[in-house]
């Protein structure tokens, strides 16, 4: 069974915490949580975290290094990150290679000259460096056909690295950052989760 870490923030409602949470009881994702960290108290996912009677931790990231609080102190073995909003450093990338998982609303290619297609064969939007609303108005800025997310290991090189999981949302006339990121959130808690199952199983 891996031991897992999940990294959120006051950026969200705490979802794919939450569809994380689901799998691991509905027995579809042979986990553990050992620890559920925030970058502020404020963070919704807290309350979502202590109901499923999971441990929190407040990092005071001044004071306190990332790696070693997941490597030494809990000893997972991989690391979720949901909405996390601190800069992840490559000295924490280093402690576990291709161990923390990312989701990023956009569409990261395979390769760093690659571009991802959508389902109608336009070219989907990559959103290199644009976080959350600003991302999904990106989509809607450049009258995207689809929007999309994906789940992928970090790396050194900002916002890329291997392709666990993608997923498309069609982008509708009278969308709004809104309307179009809640059925898109719905999408990207499947993936990751799919995402964690197959690297739990392997």
């Not at 915490?17 to 996912?45: C, F, H, M, R, T």
Request: hydrophobic letters at 40%; aromatic letters at 8%.
């Amino acid at each position: 069974m891996k031991k897992l870490a999940v990294l959120i923030s006051n950026a969200g409602a705490g979802t794919n915490l939450q569809a994380i949470i689901d799998a691991i009881e509905q027995k579809k994702l042979n986990a553990k949580i050992e620890v559920v960290v925030s970058d502020s108290p404020e963070a919704y996912g807290l309350q979502r975290a202590k109901k499923a009677n999971i441990e929190t931790y407040i990092l005071d990231s001044n004071k306190e290094k990332l790696e070693e609080l997941l490597t030494k102190k809990y000893s997972v073995d991989l690391v979720a990150l949901t909405g996390w909003k601190k800069i992840i450093t490559p000295e924490t990338i280093y402690a576990l290679p291709e161990k923390i998982l990312n989701i990023h609303p956009g569409l990261i290619p395979d390769s760093l000259d690659g571009v991802v297609k959508n389902p109608d064969g336009t070219d989907g939007l990559w959103n290199r460096g644009k976080f959350t609303d600003k991302a999904i108005q990106n989509f809607l800025d450049n009258k995207a056909t689809y929007a999309g997310s994906t789940v992928h290991f970090l790396s050194n090189e900002f916002d890329f690295g291997k392709v666990l999981g993608r997923c498309f949302e069609k982008v509708q006339p009278n969308d709004s950052v809104e309307s179009l990121y809640s059925r898109l959130k719905q999408k990207e808690n499947q993936i990751y989760v799919n995402a964690l199952i197959k690297i739990c199983r392997e």
